[in-house]
Nanobody, 128 residues
Framework: QVQLVQSGGGLVQAGGSLRLSCAAS????????VGWFRQAPGKEREFVAV????????YYAGSMKGRFTISRDNAKNTVYLQMNSLKPEDTAVYYC?????????????????????WGQGTQVTVSS
């Protein structure tokens, strides 16, 4: 099983950009679909984006489309979340998560219960 370590995040003004990284240990990282979720204070954890094993498919939550880009480099065992045009409502703790999939991706990718391994979370704060 892989372990995930997140980096990036911080404080940015509205309209700014941040990039989050999710680095995995282990040699089987390419067998995992990786998703990003976020949780704001007092709110449920919500799906942000997911990327398939070979990066051939990506999916985004509606409010993130066109602003966020998920990517991965399997040679570096790392997944990235590039966040542009950030808004105060994007303020949350962001988590990456990995789901071991036999195929290119797994059904239910937007459900956090599908993911076996989680990063430690990283705070993103967008000021107005």
């Amino acid at each position: 099983q892989v372990q995930l370590v997140q980096s990036g995040g911080g404080l940015v003004q509205a309209g700014g950009s941040l990039r989050l990284s999710c680095a995995a240990s282990g040699r089987t990282f390419s067998n995992y679909v990786v998703g990003w979720f976020r949780q704001a204070p007092g709110k449920e954890r919500e799906f942000v984006a997911v990327i398939s094993r070979s990066a051939s498919m990506t999916y985004y939550a509606g409010s993130m489309k066109g602003r966020f880009t998920i990517s991965r480099d399997n040679a570096k065992n790392t997944v990235y979340l590039q966040m542009n045009s950030l808004k105060p409502e994007d303020t949350a703790v962001y988590y990456c998560a990995a789901n071991l999939c036999a195929g290119e991706y797994c059904s239910g990718y937007a459900m956090f219960s599908k993911y076996e391994v989680w990063g430690q979370g990283t705070q993103v704060t967008v000021s107005s």
